[in-house]
């Protein structure tokens, strides 16, 4: 079985374009999960995608937005780039939202916003 | 508001020694808790969990310890290795919110040969 993949694994962005971040999830995974992780931090939660509905959002403002399609595959899409959104963005999927062991990480895609 | 914090940023040990990194948690109301370590370039990778009910897990060379009491939550690495090189968060999850997890801010633990 494939696990997470996330592309692209890198990007440069200028300030005030727009990205957009997919994510394949794990087979047989129906849950998808979005994290930023600022240098030297910890992963904060974005928002989580369950059975293409979004069913949770952390402190992001709109302009961070998601989907997810019917073979549970995800994008991120962040709009009005600022500096601060430079970070490493997680992806994360399960199924029927369980965490802990089921919940697999992908590598992340770093975006740098200049 | 919730917070999960650690007490050391960086824990530098000798191959073979055990290793503990620490983490305190403020929301009382978390049912839930989970070990991840990072390499680099990497995503997190679960070690252990461990339920509110619970105050001792054992793993394959790593327990994780909770108390309630003081808010506070322990991994133990026995017999250190250099592959154990990696940053460690805790995570909780608090009860009634299936979808969120909250890191702290993570411990780089070097292993020394």
């Known amino acids: 079985e494939t696990g997470v993949t996330q592309s692209p694994t890198h990007l440069i962005k200028t300030r005030g374009q727009q990205v957009t971040l997919r994510c394949s999830s794990q087979?047989?995974?129906?849950?998808v999960s979005w994290y930023q992780q600022a240098l030297g931090q910890g992963p904060q939660f974005i928002f989580q995608?369950?059975?293409?509905?979004?069913?949770g959002r952390g402190n992001f403002p709109p302009r961070f937005s998601g989907l997810q399609f019917p073979n549970y595959s995800s994008e991120l899409n962040v709009n009005a780039l600022e500096l601060d959104d430079s970070a490493l963005y997680l992806c994360a999927s399960s199924f029927e939202q369980r965490q802990g062991n089921g919940y697999t990480f992908g590598s992340g895609t770093r975006l740098t916003v200049v | 508001g919730e917070s999960v914090g650690l007490h050391l940023p960086t824990l530098s040990v000798q191959e073979g020694d055990n290793s503990i990194i620490n983490c305190a948690y403020s929301?009382?109301?978390?049912?839930?808790f989970i070990w991840y370590k990072q390499e680099s370039g990497k995503g997190p990778q679960f070690i252990i969990d461990?339920?509110?009910?619970?105050d001792k897990r054992q793993g394959q060379r790593v327990t994780v310890l909770l108390n309630k009491t003081v808010k506070h939550l322990s991994l133990q690495i026995a017999a250190t290795q250099p592959g154990d090189s990696a940053v460690y968060f805790c995570a909780e999850n608090s009860g009634g919110s299936n979808y969120k997890l909250t890191f702290g801010k993570g411990t780089l633990l070097t292993v020394n040969p």
């Open positions: 995608y369950y059975r293409e509905e979004e069913n």
């Open positions: 461990i339920r509110s009910n619970m």
């Open positions: 929301n009382s109301a978390s049912d839930y």
């Open positions: 087979s047989g995974h129906n849950t």
